[in-house]
């Protein structure tokens, strides 16, 4: 239930401003269809209301949707809603005038239309230029969806010019999508104009950098000031200021178990901008940290466990076998990686092996893909296990769909959901 929580309070909410609309009469005769259309706004309100909630990043969003990294799935779904909605309120409200002038009631010139009608194409440009920019880096994600403050801006307007509500009366409907928008203008004036002010409360001094495997770098800080308080295995959003390594904020998950006075990220050149700041990252550069957050926590999993690293995805798993794994666990860690000079951290992982926690170092150049037959051979199938995954997204893909063909009795197969570079 506790998972679900988010997905329950968004419901509810629609819920909510349904019932409250029931019971709200309009300041002029309208048709039903107008009525009805006008009904579609308001879920789209309440839609990006939750929409811009979630880009603030706020640490509540770990609990109601079990990490911020889940956050973002119902944020991109939570789009789409609204963006639906705004084109079925955009058609119906044309077939309720419509009904209106057949009926003989006679309409009012509305001059906010036009603000509605830009709000939504605007939102549609934008989405699909979005959707495209996925695919190119994160930075760019990021300018794109802040620029998204103009159609909204442009959608409240509409809302109070064209309602025919008295929207800013006490009746309950009126209140509630105040409330509603209140939220949605906060959040997103938080997120774009004072998020990267804020919320960055934590700075660091690089005080050691380190090549752990081809193309990444281990970057050590050293705090100064208050210690960013963390769990193994959830991530921070890093940022550089310096003119010469400047690095917009980035997240990463926090490579190594909690330790006073210090921090560390491990790395790997992936993209333009991780490249740009392996290769000019300094000894002495300060940075700042934002965070902690994720819910990627093997205590909250099963008592058998199947650990699974692609890749730079060795991170939080390195982050758990530091942090002297409880004895109530019985963990099977397999660590694949294209060749030796890709794989970081094999010797101290095989230093940290121990009776519950057995470390199954994968060459893929001289064993090839790591396959759920491969892990059989060293896991007794027959135990009910959690999964935890974290590495490339066919990698997980493709395992995923062998557990599921597989005798393997697994429970969750758990991972976070970030892909970007």
């Not at 009926?103 to 906010?112: A, E, Q, R, W």
């Not at 060293?378 to 995954?389: A, C, L, P």
Request: glycine fraction near 6%.
């Amino acid at each position: 239930m506790k998972k679900k929580l988010g997905i329950i309070i968004v419901l509810l909410s629609i819920v909510i401003t349904w019932m409250a609309w029931l019971f709200m009469e309009p300041v002029r005769e309208i048709s039903p269809m107008t009525g009805y259309s006008q009904l579609l706004a308001s879920f789209s309100l309440v839609a990006f209301a939750f929409i811009n909630f979630i880009s603030t990043r706020h640490k509540i969003l770990d609990n109601l949707f079990d990490g911020l990294d889940k956050s973002y799935i119902y944020h991109k779904y939570l789009s789409i809603s609204a963006l639906v909605l705004v084109i079925l309120h955009n058609v119906t409200i044309d077939i309720g005038k419509k009904t209106e002038r057949g009926l003989g009631i006679k309409g009012v010139k509305d001059p906010y239309a036009m603000f509605g009608s830009f709000s939504m194409y605007l939102f549609i440009a934008l989405i699909f230029i979005a959707l495209v920019a996925k695919k190119l880096n994160y930075e760019r994600w990021k300018v794109i969806h802040k620029i998204m403050i103009i159609p909204y801006a442009f959608g409240i307007y509409h809302y109070y010019g064209s309602a025919t509500y008295a929207v800013f009366s006490f009746k309950p409907y009126s209140v509630w999508l105040d409330i509603i928008n209140l939220i949605g203008i906060v959040s997103v004036a938080y997120s774009i104009f004072f998020y990267e002010k804020l919320s960055f409360k934590y700075k660091y001094k690089v005080q050691n950098l380190e090549k752990v495997a081809n193309g990444t770098l281990e970057i050590t800080g050293a705090s100064l000031g208050n210690d960013i308080d963390f769990k193994p295995g959830q991530f921070a959003f890093l940022k550089v200021l310096n003119k010469d390594s400047k690095f917009p904020s980035h997240p990463f998950t926090i490579s190594q178990a909690p330790k006073k006075g210090e921090i560390q990220f491990t790395i790997k050149a992936l993209g333009d901008d991780t490249k740009v700041l392996t290769e000019k990252l300094k000894i002495g550069t300060e940075f700042i940290v934002s965070g902690p957050h994720g819910k990627f926590d093997y205590k909250s999993g099963a008592k058998n466990q199947i650990w699974i690293a692609g890749g730079i995805g060795v991170t939080p798993f390195r982050s758990f076998a530091q942090s002297n794994i409880d004895d109530n666990f019985s963990v099977d860690f397999f660590y694949a990686y294209n060749n030796a000079e890709e794989g970081a951290y094999t010797d101290e992982l095989q230093a940290l092996s121990k009776d519950n926690l057995r470390i199954h170092l994968f060459n893929s150049k001289e064993k090839g893909f790591l396959s759920v037959e491969e892990i059989s051979k060293s896991v007794n199938i027959k135990d009910v296990v959690d999964v935890y995954f974290c590495g490339p997204k066919p990698m997980r893909e493709n395992l995923k769909k062998q557990f599921k063909n597989s005798k393997f009795r697994v429970l969750i197969f758990n991972y976070e959901h970030f892909q970007f570079k």
